[in-house]
């Protein structure tokens, strides 16, 4: 059992911040001091005043922070989690790409490498992505490294031609069709959410496609009481939160990222204990994916 108040007196002592992706077990959540998808803990992450960042998230988020904030310290409650993902790209398919094609834009999903956004034009965010794109004067639009999100995004700028990558989110693209279809037929009136990084089946079954935040909002604002969910299950503890009067169905085969699940009180207050796991970033690298987060920011 950790105790909370030893924990906030230490954050209070490092002047930390503590950052949470709304994956994090709901323990995390709610000790962080903010909360959000990618997008929005990037914006977060470049601005904020502190110390220490404390990220509550996957190895690229952490990543991105200290890319942000080099002068800061970074640390991940394990040094393990990690987006699967984000290894799914082959940095030499952006290189040939940038011969085959030209005026190309190289447009990378956050959920990658440093390395790989240090190839990269500019990033996205599931939040962002059809608004940054569509602010690219570029014809030619290489969308790394998830293929699910680059067609949702394509499908909103048809004028623009995309080249894919064949990356995907492991959680997304095996949520079942059919375990959403039964949950369908259970409840008929419901209207089914859905991220973008889920497989072509479950998107074209959806009622509305956005990022984590996105579902959040229109499940609290649309008037309807109950919601068929296909995303990560680390979603419900805000959607609860937010609307505690309405029902949320998941599939039965739950949709849980264990990498997300891998940060807990406990290595929270360890990190803060120790300064281990500190993210570092080669100074040359960070210099070229910054550009690309900043263009990010700058665009959305």
Do not use: W
């Not at 290189?95 to 190289?106: F, G, I, N, P, Q």
Request: glycine share 4%; hydrophobic share 40%; with cysteine.
């Amino acid at each position: 059992m950790v105790d909370h108040e030893k924990l906030l007196k230490l954050k209070r002592e490092q002047d930390a911040v503590i950052l949470a992706h709304y994956y994090a077990c709901p323990a995390v959540q709610d000790i962080a001091d903010y909360v959000g998808d990618s997008f929005y803990l990037s914006k977060i992450a470049a601005k904020i005043k502190c110390h220490t960042i404390v990220f509550a998230g996957v190895k690229f988020m952490g990543e991105c922070a200290k890319i942000l904030n080099p002068q800061k310290i970074v640390l991940m409650p394990d040094a393990r989690a990690d987006c699967f993902m984000a290894h799914m790209i082959d940095n030499n398919f952006i290189r040939e790409s940038r011969k085959r094609y030209t005026d190309l834009a190289v447009v990378c999903y956050v959920n990658s490498t440093t390395e790989t956004k240090a190839c990269s034009d500019v990033c996205v965010t599931s939040a962002n992505a059809v608004t940054v794109v569509s602010k690219l004067p570029n014809k030619n639009i290489l969308f790394i490294p998830d293929k699910n999100l680059g067609h949702y995004v394509a499908r909103h700028l048809p004028d623009k031609n995309f080249i894919f990558n064949d990356g995907f989110c492991p959680i997304h693209e095996h949520i079942d069709v059919q375990e959403i279809n039964r949950l369908k037929k259970e409840h008929p009136s419901v209207k089914v959410l859905v991220h973008p990084e889920c497989n072509a089946a479950i998107i074209k079954i959806a009622d509305y496609i956005g990022s984590t935040s996105g579902i959040i909002k229109f499940a609290a604002e649309n008037t309807d009481r109950e919601f068929i969910i296909a995303t990560e299950i680390g979603i419900k503890h805000r959607l609860e939160q937010t609307s505690p009067s309405k029902k949320y169905y998941f599939p039965d085969t739950t949709p849980k990222c264990l990498n997300m699940k891998l940060n807990t009180l406990e290595n929270v207050l360890s990190v803060l204990k120790t300064g281990k796991n500190a993210i570092t970033v080669p100074t040359e690298l960070a210099v070229s994916a910054r550009k690309a987060l900043t263009k990010m920011l700058e665009l959305a």
